[in-house]
Nanobody, 128 residues
Framework: EVQLQASGGGLVQAGGSLRLSCAAS????????IGWFRQAPGKEREGVSC????????YYADSVKGRFTISSDNAKNTVYLQMNSLKPEDTAVYYC?????????????????????WGKGTLVTVSS
């Protein structure tokens, strides 16, 4: 059974950092594309950062480029999202999701409705 569990959210002041973790079970990253998404109150869910083993490039939304970094630890089957220089507009519930198959990373992030599996979100609140 595929499961994803996101953690690491919290309250942080603007300019601060957080590292989110997504622990995966029931699959390996070789077969799935992984993405971090977020949804702020009253807004649609958006892709933040995504990667696929079949695509050497990693996608970052323009709003987080240079501040967020996605990484993975295959031994722990965990994906991380390091978030630096946080801004109040980064406040949202953050989700990790997985999609089986071969896809470009930008497609994954552009199509949250196409993801196969979702973990429960973790709330990130950035105060000004």
């Amino acid at each position: 059974e595929v499961q994803l569990q996101a953690s690491g959210g919290g309250l942080v002041q603007a300019g601060g950092s957080l590292r989110l973790s997504c622990a995966a079970s029931g699959f390996t990253f070789d077969d799935y594309a992984i993405g971090w998404f977020r949804q702020a109150p009253g807004k649609e869910r958006e892709g933040v950062s995504c990667f696929s083993s079949s695509d050497p490039s990693t996608y970052y939304a323009d709003s987080v480029k240079g501040r967020f970094t996605i990484s993975s630890d295959n031994a722990k089957n965990t994906v991380y999202l390091q978030m630096n220089s946080l801004k109040p507009e980064d406040t949202a519930v953050y989700y990790c999701a997985a999609l089986y198959g071969i896809y470009y990373s930008d497609y994954i992030c552009d199509t949250p409705s196409g993801m196969d599996y979702w973990g429960k979100g973790t709330l990130v609140t950035v105060s000004s």
